[in-house]
């Protein structure tokens, strides 16, 4: 399964949104949250509930 570009979680199968850019990176959204977020150019490890802010501030992964 990826991850999510944005916040890192991971991206269920037949969910989300891949995005390929003309320089041949692929982009992976969990859902269209992270898809805005991401074009306003937001990084996910300022953003408090993203995986990615978690694991950078030492603090509990969320369960699943």
């Known amino acids: ?19 390929v850019r003309t ?3 692929v982009l992976y959204f969990c859902g269209s949250k992270c898809e805005r977020n991401f074009r306003l150019g937001r990084t996910g490890k300022r ?12 603090k509990k992964e969320k369960a699943e």
């Open 23 to 25: 320089d041949n990176i």
């Open 1 to 19: 399964m990826p991850k999510c570009t944005f916040c890192s979680s991971k991206v269920k199968e037949n969910r989300g949104k891949a995005f």
């Open 47 to 58: 953003i408090k509930w993203t995986e990615s802010y978690r694991k950078a501030a030492g």
